[in-house]
């Protein structure tokens, strides 16, 4: 979906446009967010000295369950865009919309998942969502609360065009698109758009949404090179997912990712479908150059979760494998540091590992308390914590490269397997490294503890590498650390 609209402020006009592409071929282009259009300098509302151009004209985008599906995550991108409006509690708003190509017309949507407690936003459902109809449409505001809207258009086939025009009872936020956007227009709008409690930040792969006070904060800020960073982030998580453009299925996502900021306080970050959300104090590292460039783990690991493939992320893992994306970053963008190494994950993981083969179970699962309150476990091992556990991935990184990683993300999306189960997760990941590997590495996974539900799954997993008939490697991949 692309938006033209623009601000005009004194003597200047402020570009608020935002793009996406559309996946309608067989075999496209590497798929890449649109130009944004030049602005059009007509305006027919003003707001505080500023004078806003309220059409926008929006394409459809393919949908984020399509994506979803095409890429094999386990949580959706976005796949609804910003508008840089707001509508005041309890306000009515007349939208205006014209059908420009195709048969479909867009949503819109009254607030943002996640950001505030009170509202229901629920995880997937919640946020009231008008279907918009060709010609006059008056929207009042039912639920009383108001919030930022947005333009949801999105189809798994997307050809339609259509011209949205916000007539009245909206207001303007404070809206930044990285590379249009001057920093005088930003601090303008900062000064005079103050009484909303909201702004979006939008760049190429990722938006943000943020309390009017954090960004009021860190205005004196490169927002172009924040948002660069943050969109360097998102590229370097889909290069070890092998994002590689080279075929279709195998290209970067034209859907952005929401970042958001909530009010939660018995929250601190996570990510969901169609969104990742973090507390106040961990927007300063997505408002930040040096917070997101290198002391970002918090946001490049809710990043990473919008990565994570369900078909080899079994249940144990749910905060594992997340940070096989994290490890990606931190190698690029900090390198002098080492989150395994800087917090002796190794050394726990090597206690770990010092522990007799039938002692260990690497999903660590417990059996319940004894009478002292202790945990009983059901080898004799400790549990496994999702950082030790990250160190087994980590060493299958370290012996055969980032190539290890890539190849199996592609391999998953090219033949998605069949699987019904933790236990079909763990065989298929089992079998398939070995593959990738070209190597047998049954006494590895043996010495990490790998088992299945069962004796019997256990024993069908370590034959189906045995059948392989692949070589052991020829050092210990266990005794690898960096």
Same mark, same amino acid.
């Given at each position: 979906?692309?938006?033209?609209? @623009? +601000? ?6 402020? %570009? $608020?446009? *935002? !793009? ?25 509302? @003003? +707001? ?6 309220? %059409? $926008?004209? *929006? !394409? ?423």
């Amino acid at each position: 979906m692309s938006f033209k609209h @623009t +601000f005009g402020y004194l003597a200047f006009l402020l %570009v $608020l446009s *935002v !793009s996406s592409c559309s996946d309608d071929s067989i075999n496209p282009a590497p798929v890449k967010p649109n130009p944004i259009p030049n602005p059009n300098p007509g305006s027919n509302v @003003t +707001f505080v000295g500023f004078k806003v151009d309220s %059409v $926008l004209t *929006v !394409s459809e985008m393919v949908s984020a369950e399509k994506e979803r599906v095409r890429l094999g995550y386990s949580f959706g991108h976005t796949d609804f865009e910003p508008t840089g409006f707001y509508l005041p509690a309890n306000g009515t708003l007349k939208i205006k919309v014209e059908q420009v190509a195709g048969n479909r017309l867009p949503k819109l949507m009254i607030g943002t998942y996640s950001r505030y407690l009170s509202l229901p936003t629920g995880w997937s459902t919640g946020i009231p969502e008008i279907q918009l109809v060709a010609g006059e449409n008056t929207i009042k505001d039912v639920k009383g609360q108001g919030g930022l809207l947005y333009i949801r258009y999105a189809n798994s086939s997307p050809t339609a065009k259509a011209k949205v025009l916000f007539i009245s009872g909206f207001k303007p936020v404070p809206f930044y698109i990285k590379g249009k956007t001057k920093k005088s227009e930003w601090l303008s709008m900062l000064a005079q758009l103050n009484n909303v409690p909201d702004v979006q930040l939008v760049g190429d792969k990722a938006f943000i949404v943020s309390s009017f006070s954090k960004a009021l904060q860190y205005k004196d800020e490169d927002q172009d090179a924040v948002l660069n960073k943050i969109d360097e982030v998102a590229h370097l998580e889909n290069v070890i997912s092998g994002l590689d453009n080279s075929s279709y299925e195998h290209q970067e996502s034209p859907l952005r990712i929401m970042m958001t900021e909530h009010d939660d306080p018995n929250a601190f970050m996570y990510a969901w479908n169609l969104r990742t959300a973090y507390t106040a104090s961990e927007m300063d590292k997505l408002l930040t150059l040096k917070g997101i460039g290198t002391n970002g783990w918090g946001p490049w690991h809710e990043l990473g979760h919008l990565h994570q493939q369900s078909a080899w992320t079994w249940g144990a893992l749910g905060e594992v494998t997340v940070n096989i994306y994290s490890l990606a970053v931190q190698r690029s963008l900090a390198p002098t540091t080492n989150r395994l190494r800087d917090e002796k994950d190794w050394g726990r993981a090597i206690d770990y590992l010092k522990l007799p083969n039938e002692d260990k179970d690497f999903n660590g699962s417990t059996d319940g308390k004894d009478a002292a309150g202790h945990d009983i476990y059901r080898y004799k091992s400790p549990v496994t914590d999702v950082f030790v556990r990250l160190c087994m991935f980590q060493q299958l990184q370290i012996a055969f490269g980032d190539q290890f990683y890539t190849s199996l993300h592609k391999y998953t999306r090219s033949y998605p397997p069949v699987i019904n189960n933790d236990d079909d997760k763990m065989k298929y990941f089992m079998t398939r490294a070995c593959k990738i590997a070209d190597k047998d590495l049954s006494d590895f996974f043996k010495k990490w503890g790998l088992r299945l539900s069962s004796q019997a799954l256990t024993d069908d997993a370590y034959k189906a590498i045995s059948d392989l008939q692949l070589t052991k490697p020829d050092k210990d991949l266990t005794l690898l650390t960096d």
